[in-house]
């Protein structure tokens, strides 16, 4: 591998696990997240900070002493491969006075180095701002998790406002689950839950809690407070727990043994988030006013807790009456009143959830590094985009919305919508998916959602031949069907039979034989569509069924759509406007595929050329110095004037990429190829949000990106062209080169056919 291909290396020092400390847990799951995202553009690798001798492992050292700052600087020096230092800085980790020692390594060292402070304390006196501001001197950035640990280095310690970046603390993805649900798990039913959680000690003031739970037991005498974690180490003196033993005195003193439970264990992640999870209110006692911010609250709000929380910093700056309840550090009747109101009120607390978990979804850790990617990115001055990894293909979310009827059309959150019902358009879309699925994996159990998402088609066959789109939740025809045009719900039924048809050397005949059958029963309809999209759709299907089997007709038919695509162009396109209407709007892509796969039937140059020409236009508008944004939702895009840039859907980033890669299977240009990647990254966090769409978790995708926030519920039409777009990239290797760089040997195998006579450059 040539160095321009490799990673670039980071050591972050800071402590590791087995070191129990929130900053060891911070570190490692900001490198795991990187890794995970990045792997192919960043490998971080530790440079711990530890007391002891640490073989095997290459760099470490003593924070007691300071030669061995020198030493390492002086090793780290040697080593061409490492690129960056991220030093993960809390007063205490590091030796002499305010951690000075610390700059015996900061005056040595030839990489750059970037700073994340854990702790910034406000009105400092002369030698900690002098501290402060040397590290500032020695880093590139300076990275703080709040708002106002940067106002206090802006103003107290003078740190000019460039070097600043904010990047909240990291949380874990969670699925969206109710309290109630986790509870059956772990046998809780019919208790009201508080809890808390983290290393145990005195600074957490566990007995603020203990002090209100009388009070709450005698409005709510189901109520349970777990309270777990290890005590901390360092507060353990003479093999004495002097706090828990006080914590566990004063719950026999207070009579409240039925009511609080103590987990004195380390718990793993997902039985640490499970419990969470279970948990109605989540209490945050500390007694520090200068906590600049809390891995344990982060984890808390992230898991869809409702908060009690004592005041500093970091819960003033994101607490607000829609998330939990601020007190006063160690007034334990403000934490009585204030769980006494939450517990009382389901329907609050339900709200306060919701609230929790959209809030927290900016600092996941996935979305964590990609910040962190790109501030890397930044001080390292690359050029070359970043390098996400693609997720594994996962059906979990798709088989999740399916009942025994077909897709249902929506979700809360993560949570199917049983009274939306069922759509046609979503039941064709995932027939496709899993067929494509199928073709891939030759997955067995796939057979069996084929089979029903082609039932669901069937039934919505009326005697005509045409199709209904809206099903209810009872399997109903919804009256809906009567005042809304289904020309475009019609043509991607046929998209879908095209599909199956087109994959009749993999499937049971008698599937195909379905197929086939409803296909003909359409015919006499297909020919007289006219809204554009319908047209596109309908060539696409018939396209594919003429993959394997001849039909005059349904060629003649492709060519009579195609004319009257092609007439809509001739009189719409001009100059800067080669576009088959007025607008843009959704799932334009369709239009020049339906044109390029017409010119693939008749050999008709006039159908290629409209197809590059309006494809050319449509990319200009969606790709722009650098980024990738489709056709906003929001009033779309009208000729002659500007466009909104924000309301973007997965349906139309799909529908890009399964153009480009027909456009690039035809023309083998390595800029589609290029473009494919980039529109796919969309999903993974390469967005203005810089936030990931695709929920790795669930398997399930955000319904849309608006201005400000991804929407959380992952409905079926926005998970099936997720799926959609991640088969489609699977067929080509990850992060292809820059255009000049890319070679023969990249370009993915061509797609076997059956038959002898179908068209080469779409195999």
């Known amino acids: 591998m040539k160095n321009a291909d490799r990673p670039s290396k980071i050591l972050c020092m800071s402590t590791f696990p087995p070191t129990t400390c929130g900053i060891a847990t911070y570190t490692t799951d900001t490198m795991q997240a990187i890794e995970r995202k990045f792997r192919k553009s960043f490998q971080c690798e530790a440079l711990e900070i530890v007391k002891g001798q640490k073989p095997g492992f290459p760099y470490h050292f003593n924070p007691e002493k300071k030669q061995e700052y020198i030493r390492i600087a002086q090793e780290i020096n040697r080593d061409p491969e490492v690129k960056m230092i991220h030093i993960q800085h809390e007063f205490g980790l590091f030796g002499g006075e305010y951690g000075s020692y610390l700059f015996e390594f900061l005056k040595i060292i030839n990489k750059p180095v970037v700073t994340t402070f854990h702790t910034v304390l406000p009105a400092p006196n002369p030698e900690l701002k002098t501290v402060v501001q040397k590290l500032v001197e020695f880093s590139e950035l300076i990275f703080v998790m709040t708002h106002q640990s940067a106002k206090m280095l802006k103003e107290d310690y003078k740190v000019p406002e460039s070097k600043l970046e904010i990047i909240q603390h990291g949380t874990h ?37 203990l002090y209100a739970l009388p009070e709450i037991v005698e409005h709510h005498p189901e109520v349970l407070y777990l309270i777990i974690g290890k005590t901390h180490p360092g507060n353990i ?25 103590f ?47 004592t005041t500093n910093p970091h819960t003033k700056e994101i ?53 962190q990617a790109r501030a890397y990115q930044r001080v390292l001055d690359r050029d070359e985009p970043l390098k996400f990894s693609r997720p594994k293909i996962k059906l979990d979310h798709l088989k999740r919305l399916t ?83 289904l020309e475009d719900s019609n043509a991607r039924a046929i998209w879908a039979l095209g599909s199956m048809i087109s994959e009749a050397h993999n499937l049971p005949p008698e ?83 339906a044109m390029l796969l017409a010119y693939s039937t008749t050999g ?48 139309d980033v799909a529908y890009t990429i399964q153009a480009l890669d027909l456009f690039y299977q035809h023309f083998k240009k390595p800029d589609y190829k290029v473009k494919m990647e980039k529109a796919f990254d969309w999903f993974l966090g390469d967005n203005h949000l810089n936030q990931i769409i695709y929920n790795p978790v669930t398997g399930g995708c955000g319904d849309g990106l608006e201005k400000g926030n991804v929407n959380l519920n992952q409905g079926a039409e926005s998970t099936v062209c997720y799926l959609m777009a991640r088969l489609i990239m699977e067929s080509y290797p990850e992060n292809p080169l820059p255009e000049p760089l890319v070679k023969k040997a990249l370009l993915p195998k061509r797609r076997k056919r059956v038959r002898k006579d179908s068209r080469f450059e779409f195999r």
């Open 511 to 593: 599937y195909v034989k379905r197929a086939k059958a409803s296909m003909e029963k359409a015919r006499p309809s297909i020919s007289g569509v006219l809204s554009p999209r319908a047209i596109a759709f309908t060539i696409k299907g018939l396209f594919l069924y003429l993959e394997n089997f001849e039909d005059r007709k349904f060629k003649n038919t492709i060519e009579d759509l195609a004319q009257n695509l092609i007439s809509k162009y001739d009189l719409i396109a001009e100059k800067k406007w080669e576009w088959f209407e007025e607008y843009l709007t959704y799932a334009n892509s369709i239009l020049p595929e």
């Open 319 to 371: 607490l607000n009456n829609e998330l939990g309840i601020l007190i006063d550090i160690g007034d334990h009747k403000q934490l009585s009143e204030a769980a006494i109101k939450l517990l009382s009120d389901k329907k609050l607390r339900e709200f306060m959830a919701v609230q929790a978990y959209s809030k927290t979804n900016s600092s996941i850790w996935d979305n964590i590094a990609i910040q």
């Open 403 to 485: 009942t025994e009827q077909g897709i249902i059309q929506f979700a809360k959150i993560s949570i199917p919508d049983l009274d939306s019902g069922y759509t046609l358009d979503d039941n064709a879309r995932a027939l496709i998916v899993v067929l494509m699925h199928y073709s891939k994996f030759r997955l067995k159990e796939n057979l069996y959602y084929i089979d029903l998402y082609l039932s669901f088609i069937e039934r919505c066959q009326t005697k005509n031949g045409k199709f209904v789109n809206y099903i209810d939740e009872h399997n109903k025809v919804h009256i809906k069907n009567d005042y809304v045009n």
């Open 263 to 309: 987990y004195d264990s380390y718990f793993e992640l997902d039985q640490l988030l499970e419990f969470l999870q279970a948990t109605d209110v989540y209490l945050f006692t500390s007694k520090d006013p200068n906590q600049a911010v809390s891995g344990t609250f982060s984890y808390a709000m992230s898991c869809a807790c409702p908060i009690i929380a």
């Open 604 to 651: 008709k140059e006039m159908y290629k050329k409209a197809a590059l020409e309006s494809f050319e236009f449509l990319l200009s508008k969606m790709y722009k110095n650098g980024e990738f944004k489709v056709i906003s939702n929001q009033g779309w895009h009208q000729k002659h004037t500007e466009p909104e840039i924000y309301g973007e859907q997965p349906i």
């Open 237 to 261: 003196k003479n093999n004495r727990d002097d706090y828990r033993r006080f914590l566990q005195n004063l719950v026999e003193q207070l009579n409240l043994s039925d009511h609080v439970k």
């Open 173 to 209: 993805m969670v699925a969206w689950k109710f309290p109630e649900k986790v509870k059956e798990k772990y046998g809780f039913q019919g208790r009201l839950l508080m809890s808390t959680f983290g290393l145990l000690g005195a600074g957490k003031s566990i007995e603020t809690a």
